[in-house]
């Protein structure tokens, strides 16, 4: 997995992301514009001009990720809107995209863990890229994103981390954050309070669960255009989603029925692992033994396999996150059957 360090201003973030990362933006661009026809019949242009509807917001509200994007594409060689549009992908599929994570916190006596298996398309893999960024603030945030997005799943030199799971519900928000600048947004804060507080101030614009944690521990937040719902941690400090919602939202949210089979059984499955893994102590080693586990319901399992060119999702990373001592392990690929690991430590210090 390409490795991108990046430090400065917001466009000079932006302008290493693009140019160190131009081959795999260049073709997360064609993935993107290919199954934005394919699944929600928009051509790129119309990709684009959707995307360009969240440009008051943001240059209103968040205008240094603005400045960044625009330093994604001129390093990558590419348009502003070009990056803008990936930024915005899971609002402009209006939940036409069919990707399930697993993800999960814990918080123990010693420790306090945050872990996801994120699943999508095969062909995305190559795309993949690890994002370490300085921020001028003496933040550092280092993620597993894919090229040209600026947020999405890592953690921060606060202990503060944060995951994504998708949920398929109708409607989206064109004055709140979309999905992967709300993400970005967890990864600059001070700690999971601050964190949520932000989200909950500012609305996301579509449905998703973002998951957030520190060394306090974890708190979901349910979100859709219309609401954002908080799931907090059961008596044992554990917090668990797959890609259905959970909790009560407003009657305007509708989700859509079952739309990806399996992700009952693996929120089953996940809590039946934490379940029995309870008189063990926590660690990462033991949240990564969790993830690997192949155990199918309804077609798919935790650790997911492709089952054909068709049906092509799959386990592309796992991570598990330490947050109290700010370290995390990236296997890369299904856990199971993971060749390369790479390790983030986000310490307050030169990246």
């Not at 693009?18 to 260049?26: D, N």
């Not at 921020?135 to 994103?145: A, F, L, P």
């Not at 192949?294 to 592309?316: F, H, P, Y």
């Amino acid at each position: 997995m390409l490795e991108v360090l990046c430090s400065g201003t917001p466009e000079e973030v932006g302008y290493h992301h693009g140019s160190k990362g131009k081959l795999q933006i260049s073709r997360s661009i064609t993935f993107y514009k290919n199954l934005f026809q394919s699944k929600c019949g928009m051509d790129w242009e119309e990709v684009n001009q959707f995307a360009l509807k969240y440009e008051p917001y943001l240059q209103q509200h968040w205008p240094q990720y603005i400045e960044e994007m625009q330093g994604v594409a001129k390093g990558a060689g590419v348009t502003y809107p070009n990056i803008l549009a990936l930024n915005v992908r899971t609002e402009v599929a209006f939940g036409n995209f069919n990707d399930g994570c697993t993800a999960f916190s814990w918080k123990g006596a010693k420790s306090s863990i945050l872990a996801q298996n994120w699943d999508w398309n095969t062909e995305q893999a190559e795309n993949l890229i690890c994002l370490r960024i300085k921020k001028s603030d003496g933040v550092n945030i280092q993620m597993i994103t894919e090229a040209g997005i600026i947020g999405k799943i890592g953690m921060n030199s606060n202990g503060v981390g944060c995951t994504l799971n998708a949920l398929k519900a109708h409607g989206v928000s064109y004055d709140k954050l979309p999905c992967h600048l709300a993400l970005r947004t967890v990864m600059e804060s001070s700690s999971r309070k601050a964190a949520v507080l932000t989200l909950e101030k500012a609305g996301v614009a579509s449905a998703c669960h973002i998951l957030v944690a520190d060394a306090t521990g974890g708190t979901g937040l349910e979100c859709s255009s219309e609401d954002l719902v908080k799931l907090e941690m059961n008596s044992e400090g554990i917090v668990t989603h797959t890609n259905h919602y959970v909790l009560k939202h407003k009657d305007g949210v509708v989700e859509a029925p079952d739309w990806l089979p399996d992700t009952r059984f693996r929120l089953s499955r996940i809590n039946q692992l934490l379940k029995g893994a309870k008189e063990e102590e926590l660690n990462a080693e033991l949240a990564a033994r969790l993830l690997k586990d192949e155990m199918e319901g309804d077609g798919a399992a935790i650790c997911r396999s492709a089952k054909s060119v068709k049906d092509n999702l799959q386990t592309l990373f796992s991570i598990v996150m330490d947050l109290g001592n700010k370290r995390a392990k990236v296997a890369v690929g299904r856990p199971a059957s993971s060749t390369e690991i790479l390790v983030l430590e986000s310490t307050k210090r030169k990246v």
